[in-house]
C-alpha cells in the first residue's frame, strides 16, 4: 500500500509498505480524504517535538474519512463498503497513537473494531471532503463545550482556522446568539464572513470598539466594554489571556484550545474581581463526535467551502507546504 513515513523535518517518505492484514476481530480501511492539521505543519516544519507524538520513520497523519476494504468475521455492525469516520483515540486501540493513526497512508488497520467506539458511520448528507474535516470539528466542539455556553449570549473566536472555525459553528449550534471570529488574515476572515459571521481583523481594526458597537456593552472591572459572555482561544497568541482580562465582563469566561508551550501570566486578582473563568480544552470526546455528524448533516454551514487546495497523494509534502501558507489558503486536504 502507499504510505507517508515521516523522517524528520522536511523529510516525509512516498512510499510502499506491506497492507496490514485483516483479523477476526479487525476492520481494514481505506483512506479517501485526509486532512492536514496544523500538527503536522509543525511536526514538517520543526521536528517531532513540536506536535503530537511522532515517531522517526512511521506513519502519521490522523484526520480522515475512509470505506470498510475488509471485515473481519466476528465484527459486528460494519459491513465492506460502509464510509467512515476513524475516531483517533481509539480506533488504533492506542490512544498515543491519535496523532498518528495512518491518515497518510492508504489503508489503516482498526484491531478489535467497535461501531460507535473507534468507528462510526458517517451519513449520506456528509460529502467525502466535508467529512475529512470531522476530527479537526470535534476539537472545535470540544473547546466551544467547555465554554458552558448558554440560548442567547454572546461570543468572540481568536483565530480564524479550522478548529476556530468549528468552535464558532459549534457555539452557534448550542444555542450563541451572536459570534465574531477575530484574525489577522483577510482571505481568511472573509471566509469565516461567508459562512455568517461577524468578522475582525485585529491588525487593522480595534477589538474591543468593534465587540462593543456589535455586541453593545456590559460592565468589567475597567470600566465599559462588549457584552460578549465567552472568548475562545483557538490561535495561540501570547498576549490572549491579557486581552481577555483587561476587555472580558463580569462573569465572562475563556477557554485556550490553542497550544502555545510554556508559562503566561494571569491576573489573579482581576481574575477574582472579574469572577472570570479560565478553561483548558484539549481534544475531543465521543458526544463532540455525535454533534458534529449532526451539524454536518444538517447542511446549515458550508463547511466544505473552507477547503481550499486539494492535492493527490503523491504531493503530500506539498500539501504540508501549502497548509503552513495562511495567507492563501485555509484548510488543505489530500486524495487518494
Not at 21 to 30: P, S, W
Not at 158 to 163: S, V
Request: overall charge negative; glycine content about 10%; hydrophobic content about 40%.
Amino acid at each position: 500500500m502507499k504510505a507517508a513515513l515521516y523522517m524528520g523535518k522536511h523529510d516525509i517518505k512516498m512510499t510502499n509498505i506491506s497492507t496490514p492484514e485483516c483479523g477476526d476481530n479487525d476492520v481494514l480501511l481505506k483512506n479517501v480524504y485526509a486532512s492536514i492539521c496544523g500538527t503536522d505543519v509543525a511536526v514538517y516544519k520543526h521536528g517531532p517535538e513540536t506536535g503530537h507524538r511522532v515517531d522517526i520513520g512511521g506513519e502519521f497523519g490522523h484526520e480522515m474519512i475512509s470505506i470498510v476494504s475488509e471485515v473481519g468475521k466476528n465484527v459486528k455492525d460494519i459491513h465492506v463498503g460502509d464510509r467512515v469516520y476513524p475516531y483517533p483515540r481509539t480506533v488504533k486501540g492506542d490512544p498515543k497513537r491519535a496523532g498518528t493513526v495512518g491518515g497518510f497512508s492508504e489503508y489503516v488497520l482498526a484491531p478489535n473494531a467497535k461501531l460507535n467506539d473507534g468507528i462510526y458511520i458517517v451519513p449520506n448528507e456528509i460529502s467525502d471532503k466535508t467529512a475529512a474535516l470531522i476530527e479537526p470539528f470535534t476539537v472545535g466542539t470540544r473547546a466551544a463545550r467547555r465554554s458552558f455556553p448558554k440560548a442567547g449570549e454572546n461570543a468572540i473566536v481568536f483565530g480564524c482556522g479550522t478548529i476556530g472555525i468549528a468552535a464558532a459553528i459549534a457555539l452557534k449550534y448550542f444555542g450563541c446568539s451572536r459570534v465574531m471570529i477575530a484574525d489577522i488574515s483577510d482571505f481568511r476572515l472573509n471566509i469565516a464572513k461567508s459562512l455568517g459571521f461577524e468578522i475582525c481583523n485585529s491588525e487593522k481594526e480595534n477589538l474591543k470598539e468593534k465587540a462593543m458597537k456589535i455586541f453593545g456593552t456590559a460592565d468589567s472591572i475597567h470600566g465599559k466594554t462588549a457584552d460578549v459572555d465567552i472568548y475562545i482561544d483557538a490561535a495561540g497568541a501570547e498576549q490572549i489571556i491579557s486581552d481577555y482580562q483587561d476587555m472580558g465582563k463580569i462573569e465572562s469566561r475563556l477557554v485556550v484550545v490553542a497550544v502555545l508551550a510554556g508559562m503566561r501570566p494571569i491576573n489573579v486578582l482581576d481574575m477574582t474581581y472579574s469572577q472570570h473563568a479560565i478553561i483548558g480544552s484539549g481534544g475531543y470526546m465521543p458526544e463532540d463526535v455525535k454533534d458534529i455528524i449532526a451539524i454536518m448533516s444538517s447542511g446549515k454551514w458550508k463547511i466544505e467551502s473552507i477547503i481550499t487546495d486539494e492535492y493527490p497523494w503523491e504531493q503530500l509534502p506539498q500539501a504540508i507546504e501549502k497548509a503552513s501558507d495562511t495567507a492563501s489558503s485555509f484548510n488543505v486536504v489530500i486524495k487518494y
